[in-house]
């Protein structure tokens, strides 16, 4: 046999067992053995939590692939309960405990994949191992679960940390007909989103019965004497539970790393270079244990989604036994393009967001920006069950360069996201979002799709056909505020000082608007209000119209005076 190099896999999920995989396609002749600390591989870790709402009845479902089958197809020599304890790297070998036998035994490597994952943060709060308080990451840890909710016929629960698992888990633990608290230490959940587009979340939490407690850092927990747990808040506030569910982050796993000197990251992931080879050649990482670049701001981040997991172990096996040296993949770094449903609510991110470009230092490439937001139905309005989702899309004002988007909403929310995600990564612009060929057919988009309206809408900006404020800029403006939807709406709810002319009547009620004064329009969602702009300057009047119109006045409204 020619070429049988050895390789050794630490971690047999998602990175890990896709880098075996893909390995062994490569090469017939390497030596090739997957080492997993715990009893299963190539699990679904994302289906865990809709198999504790039983959305997923069968627990086997999640087994993407066994040891057996990796085997049997991959001549893959995978070695579950097995820890990697140590690495010298000066000898190329590592020491591995069996753990079902307790024997310490060492393999050496010509290459060493490292994909150890994240685990989850358990901060030392009081109390903070009570039973009924559990983490989610593995087959046990969802077993644990889910017997405790059977057993001790769990009628309320607290979820602690407002991220995607935190929803997850509300969903399943809602649809099973428990209480929840879901309980935040920020002011809004899905921190990565900007908070006016969290708001919608809060909201649809709030319709559900979810009693949603934001800025409320946990700092212990404490037994009740009829074995519920009280879970208390800083500010003395108390919640109590039949479950706790911790979902509160996770943290890379790097010990093994650290100890073998391997350089980390100052987020505390291992730095690897963009083909994921660590600071020793023969060593690579992938996952969510390393540090990746930030495609659009090139900022470090650590971002533990399945994707870039997959897609890095892959690279690492093409880099490490692929014999087309000319054209080898690159890591292309994140977007963080994500997605995640509640109750039947979908968000999804693509890219940066206003508040992450806020926190860069050196962003003179990205500045200025600017943001739009639009609510367009997800198919055409006239088939039955069009359903609107809110966009807002972040884009160079200099150049129209797509920057990042996020939307929300009932259906085909996640469609445009990948949409504009795949734009992101072309580098491309509003312009092109303007001109996207999509699919159309009444029943799943529209002739204009809502990828095609943001575009529309940021280039309209671009070439100044239209000019836009932001409600944040209200309190520092003295412009009259002229809000153009229709006298019922107007009625239910405006904002303080409007003054209220319906688009219809604009033309024949001009005189009482100011010409000596700036006017900022507005309607629901920022489409009307666009037209009255459109009239209303080529009439000689200075207007902006405001934009994502009262629905995100709203939303603002949950985080800022205005
Ligand atoms: P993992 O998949 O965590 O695998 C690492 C493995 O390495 C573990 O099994 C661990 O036991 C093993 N290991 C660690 N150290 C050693 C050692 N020293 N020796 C032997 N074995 C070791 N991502 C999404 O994109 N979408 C989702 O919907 C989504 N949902 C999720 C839901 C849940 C409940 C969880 C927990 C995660 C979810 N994720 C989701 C995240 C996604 O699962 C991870 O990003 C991905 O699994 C990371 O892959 P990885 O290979 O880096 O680590």
């Not at 017939?28 to 809709?50: K, T, V, W």
């Not at 699919?439 to 809502?450: F, L, N």
Request: hydrophobic share 40%; charged share 25%; proline share 4%.
């Amino acid at each position: 046999m020619k070429n049988r190099k050895k390789l050794l896999i630490v971690g047999g999920v998602a990175g890990g067992a896709s880098c075996a995989a893909r390995a062994r396609r490569l090469s017939e002749d390497a030596n090739i053995i997957l080492f997993e600390r715990g009893s299963h591989i190539s699990f679904a870790n994302c289906g865990l939590p809709y198999h504790i709402g039983k959305v997923i009845p069968r627990e086997r479902s999640l087994y993407v692939a066994s040891p057996d089958l990796f085997k049997r197809q991959l001549n893959v020599d995978v070695r579950t309960q097995n820890n990697v304890r140590y690495i010298d790297r000066k000898n190329k070998r590592i020491d591995v405990e069996n753990l079902k036998t307790g024997e310490v035994y060492r393999e050496n490597y010509d290459t060493l994949v490292l994909s150890p994952g994240a685990a989850p943060i358990k901060p030392d709060f009081k109390g903070i191992d009570l039973p009924g308080i559990f983490t989610l990451r593995t087959i046990p840890d969802m077993r644990k679960i889910i017997d405790w909710i059977k057993t001790r016929r769990v009628k309320k629960a607290a979820v602690i940390g407002g991220g995607f698992i935190g929803l997850e888990m509300t969903e399943n633990l809602i649809i099973q007909g428990i209480d929840v608290s879901l309980i935040e230490m920020l002011p809004q959940v899905m921190p990565f989103l900007d908070p006016e587009i969290s708001a919608f979340i809060h909201d649809h939490l709030k319709s559900k019965d979810i009693s949603l407690c934001l800025e409320s850092p946990v700092t212990g927990f404490r037994q009740k004497n009829n074995g519920m747990i009280e879970v208390m808040i800083e500010s003395g506030k108390m919640v109590t539970a039949d479950v706790v569910i911790l979902a509160i982050g996770v943290r890379p796993e790097v010990e093994l790393a650290k100890t073998a000197g391997l350089t980390v990251g100052s987020l505390g992931g291992i730095l690897v270079d963009d083909q994921m080879r660590t600071s020793d050649e023969n060593i690579f990482a992938v996952g969510d244990a390393v540090e990746v670049q930030n495609f659009v701001t090139a900022a470090q981040g650590l971002i533990p989604l399945a994707g870039p997991a997959n897609r890095q172990g892959r690279i690492a096996a093409d880099v490490i036994l692929g014999n087309n040296r000319t054209s080898q993949p690159r890591f292309r770094g994140v977007q963080a393009t994500s997605v995640c449903g509640v109750l039947g609510l979908t968000i999804a991110a693509t890219g940066t967001s206003e508040k992450a470009l806020a926190q860069l230092e050196k962003n003179e490439e990205l500045k200025p920006y600017e943001k739009i937001y639009l609510t367009p139905n997800h198919h055409a309005g006239y088939y039955p069950g069009a359903k609107p989702m809110t966009i807002k899309l972040i884009f160079s004002k200099k150049t129209g360069q797509v920057l990042g988007a996020q939307a929300i909403g009932m259906e085909g929310v996640e469609k445009r996201i990948d949409v504009i995600a795949k734009a992101i990564q072309h580098n491309g612009t509003v312009f092109d979002l303007e001109e996207s060929e999509l699919c159309y057919a009444p029943q799943y988009g529209a002739a204009k799709d809502p990828v095609n309206l943001a575009g529309m809408i940021a280039s309209n900006l671009m070439r100044g056909y239209t000019s836009i404020v932001h409600w944040e800029d209200l309190s520092e403006s003295d412009a009259f505020l002229l809000d153009v939807r229709g006298p019922f709406e107007f009625k239910r709810g405006h904002v303080k000082n409007a003054v209220n002319i319906p688009l219809a009547d604009l033309r024949k009620r001009m005189s009482e608007l100011p010409r000596d004064r700036e006017i900022w329009t507005y309607c629901y969602e920022g489409k009307r209000s666009y037209f009255a702009l459109r009239i209303l300057e080529q009439h000689g009047f200075r207007v902006e119209n405001i934009s994502g119109g009262y629905l995100i006045y709203l939303a603002v409204k949950q985080f800022k005076d205005i």
